[in-house]
């Protein structure tokens, strides 16, 4: 399926008024394209309807799926909250010249570092995953003078009907803490009310990612409901923030059947306030943290196909000058991505491929079956929808290069991350 700006022109695939083709030849191969005016759609479209009369919405881009500076300056502009989990996303944020006061900072071990760079940029929310971590906070706020805001991260234990490595929420996960543990959770009630160099602004859950069904979210705004009042009944706390995560899914193949975002955001924002007027929840502020459902579609990876292979076993090899390194998804968590020959868009899809990289590992396949025409060397297979969790997890196996990051637009396509040269593989070796 092509999404946002994609068209097919004279048998070529073209992606913001470029084709795949001459991509390719200005800014090399394997290459990361993405779609910026869809990024924008996707963002104001975020803004536009999970917004509400009776609290205010922040929409927390989740940087995991693909930070860069650009995309940083982006966000910015577009006055979106970021989602930050590490010092490195951090620090990108900071390059990129972000607002720390509208950022948000996750992540269930915390370095020591980390809480400190919180502290001395004034981000403006932490999200506190445990009571270790909410000691080492106090410690360092009341040593500074400061006061900080933070949300508790939760595990409501809804179950969402995703892979199995993407659920948060199961009663074992290492995120948070269970809202079940009244034990541990009366402990961090505790400590939140004997001092006052943390706030705890609200609370903040995760139930998982790739999430077709609204309903496991709406289950979630009863878990976290009954929670909250429980919490400020028993501790007489005043709770104003309620955090739902991210997890929105996104079309990948055929048998993906994610929600537009409009409808999701108008099904959540109805839900909740459905709980503000019958008095069941009273919010000030509701916070989302989507991520793959802003870049994933947006974002295309182009590569040049090599030799293909018949092997006795009987599979199809078709071979391209990437892989694994550019793309985990597939060999992580059976990731499955619709592709074609962006040079011969309108040909016979006549033959059956496993579209295999280059990598030394059996598990470098990165569609597993695909009907495409029959390829020659240096056709472009342009792989869909890989724009979240590919360039942010790639990799330097076997010393392959990491690609360029091109965004495009109105047929201008601008380098925002530039191709690995040698001089970088070997930048920190000594
Ligand atoms: C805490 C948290 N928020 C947001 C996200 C973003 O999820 P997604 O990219 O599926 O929207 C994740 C992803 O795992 C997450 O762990």
Do not use: W
Not at 102 to 117: I, R, T, V
Not at 162 to 189: L, P, Q, W
Not at 214 to 241: P, R
């Amino acid at each position: 399926m092509l999404f946002g700006t994609m068209t097919t022109q004279d048998n070529q695939l073209t992606i913001g008024g470029r084709t795949a083709r001459d991509l390719i030849a200005d800014h090399g191969s394997p290459l990361y394209v993405y779609d910026l005016a869809l990024i924008k759609h996707n963002l104001r479209a975020f803004k536009t309807h999970f917004s509400s009369k009776l609290f205010d919405t922040r929409i927390a881009y989740a940087s995991k799926a693909f930070l860069t500076k650009a995309m940083v300056r982006l966000l910015q502009a577009e006055g979106t909250s970021l989602d930050l989990v590490s010092a490195g996303e951090l620090h990108t944020a900071i390059a990129g010249g972000f607002d720390l006061s509208q950022a948000l900072f996750h992540g269930n071990n915390k370095s020591p570092e980390e809480l400190e760079l919180c502290l001395s940029h004034g981000v403006g929310l932490i999200m506190v995953d445990n009571i270790d971590e909410l000691d080492q906070l106090i410690e360092r706020a009341a040593a500074s003078g400061q006061v900080v805001h933070t949300l508790l991260r939760v595990n409501p234990g809804v179950e969402a009907h995703t892979h199995e490595y993407v659920i948060t929420a199961k009663h074992s996960s290492k995120f948070g803490e269970s809202i079940y543990d009244n034990e541990r959770i009366a402990a961090i009630m505790n400590r939140y009310r004997d001092q006052s160099h943390v706030v705890l602004d609200g609370f903040h859950c995760h139930i998982g990612s790739q999430i077709f069904d609204i309903t496991s979210y709406l289950k979630t705004i009863e878990v976290m409901s009954t929670f909250i009042n429980k919490i400020t009944a028993q501790f007489e706390l005043s709770i104003s923030t309620l955090n739902l995560g991210g997890g929105f899914g996104v079309f990948y193949t055929d048998g993906d059947t994610p929600m537009d975002i409009e409808t999701t955001g108008r099904t959540l924002i109805r839900a909740l306030e459905e709980k503000q007027i019958t008095n069941e929840l009273s919010i000030k502020t509701l916070i989302i943290e989507p991520g793959r459902s802003i870049v994933a579609n947006a974002g295309t990876t182009l590569y040049t196909v090599g030799h293909t292979k018949r092997t006795y076993g009987g599979k199809h090899y078709l071979f391209v000058d990437g892989g694994m390194t550019d793309n985990i998804r597939p060999a992580l968590y059976q990731a499955e991505y619709s592709a074609d020959l962006a040079n011969r868009m309108t040909d016979q899809k006549d033959t059956h491929y496993t579209v295999a990289g280059k990598l030394c590992e059996s598990g470098d396949v990165l569609i597993r079956d695909i009907q495409l025409p029959a390829a020659n060397p240096g056709d472009i297979l342009a792989i869909y929808s890989t724009g979240a969790y590919t360039y942010s997890m790639a990799s330097n196996y076997n010393r392959l290069l990491r690609p360029a990051v091109v965004f495009v637009e109105d047929g201008k396509s601008s380098v925002v991350v530039r191709r690995e040269t040698y001089d970088d593989l070997l930048r920190n070796d000594v």
